[in-house]
């Protein structure tokens, strides 16, 4: 159980450093953007919603550990549920980011919760 909470935790460093590295270094330029919408932001969304999806799986069943494993889980459990939430915002953070800019170059509104809905 505790390599299997070591993993996820592994798992959401890995996603929160690709959230952090396409906030400091946008995936995608301008010219980009305006030539293809296909190409660029909707695969992205893709990921983005898959991820999401992925860290709240992830991240409920941390929190079932947390709740009924017992004293000796508590501590990686929660350190799993820190690196999660972490990862998530990253994640979507960087999302946010691109679905402005893709709405400040095309002038198309996305959508709910940023085109993630």
């Given at each position: 159980?505790?390599?299997?909470?070591?993993?996820?935790?592994?798992?959401?460093l890995?996603?929160?450093?690709g959230?952090?590295?396409?906030?400091f270094?946008?995936?995608?330029?301008d010219?980009q953007?305006?030539?293809?919408?296909?190409?660029?932001?909707?695969?992205?969304?893709?990921?983005?919603a898959?991820?999401?999806?992925?860290?709240?799986?992830?991240?409920?069943?941390?929190?079932?550990v947390?709740?009924?494993?017992?004293?000796?889980?508590?501590r990686?459990?929660?350190?799993a549920?820190?690196?999660?939430?972490?990862?998530?915002?990253?994640?979507?953070?960087s999302?946010i980011l691109?679905?402005?800019?893709?709405?400040?170059?095309?002038?198309?509104?996305?959508?709910?919760?940023?085109g993630?809905?």
């Amino acid at each position: 159980m505790k390599i299997f909470l070591a993993s996820l935790i592994v798992l959401a460093l890995i996603v929160a450093t690709g959230g952090a590295w396409q906030i400091f270094s946008p995936p995608f330029t301008d010219a980009q953007i305006s030539r293809s919408l296909v190409d660029t932001w909707e695969p992205h969304a893709l990921v983005t919603a898959f991820d999401l999806a992925l860290l709240l799986a992830s991240a409920l069943f941390a929190g079932a550990v947390f709740a009924f494993g017992g004293a000796r889980f508590k501590r990686i459990s929660s350190a799993a549920l820190l690196a999660i939430v972490a990862a998530a915002g990253l994640e979507l953070a960087s999302h946010i980011l691109l679905s402005n800019q893709v709405a400040r170059v095309t002038g198309q509104p996305l959508g709910a919760l940023y085109g993630l809905l």
